[in-house]
């Protein structure tokens, strides 16, 4: 065996890593208050059921869609269900008033108007 090779394996005995030193390091988890999930979970919905047009843009129509069933996944299975079969009525509703095109949202419109005159 050459030096090098030696002097290599001995010092990962001598001084081991930080994982021995410390013990593994904790595990990280992320579980949100159920309160605040219902806050914003109420607050989409809301937004979506006082309203007579689509209330987003396309691209928002798109990450609601895929954003609010993921956020519902906090929620007991029960409510989870009501509020996913809520959205996705409301969802419905305010697509058939914009013709069924998620493209043609008048919110869409009037933020084109806004940014384009500032």
């Known amino acids: ?7 290599r394996s001995t010092q990962a005995d001598l001084f081991g ?11 990280q988890t992320y579980e949100p208050s159920l309160e605040k999930v219902r806050a914003e ?4 919905l809301e937004k979506a059921r006082i309203a007579k047009d689509m209330p987003w843009t396309a691209k928002e129509v798109a990450f609601w869609k895929t954003v609010f069933p993921q956020m519902t996944n906090w929620l ?10 809520a959205f996705w009525e409301e969802i419905g509703r305010l697509e058939a008033a914009a013709g069924g095109d998620a493209s043609c949202v008048p919110a869409a419109s ?3 108007k806004k940014s384009a005159s500032v």
């Open 1 to 7: 065996m050459s030096r090098s090779n030696m002097s």
């Open 17 to 27: 890593t930080q994982a021995d030193l410390f013990g593994p390091p904790p595990r």
């Open 41 to 44: 979970v109420d607050k989409v």
């Open 76 to 85: 007991p299975e029960g409510e989870r269900e009501q509020a996913r079969a």
């Open 110 to 112: 009037q933020r084109k």
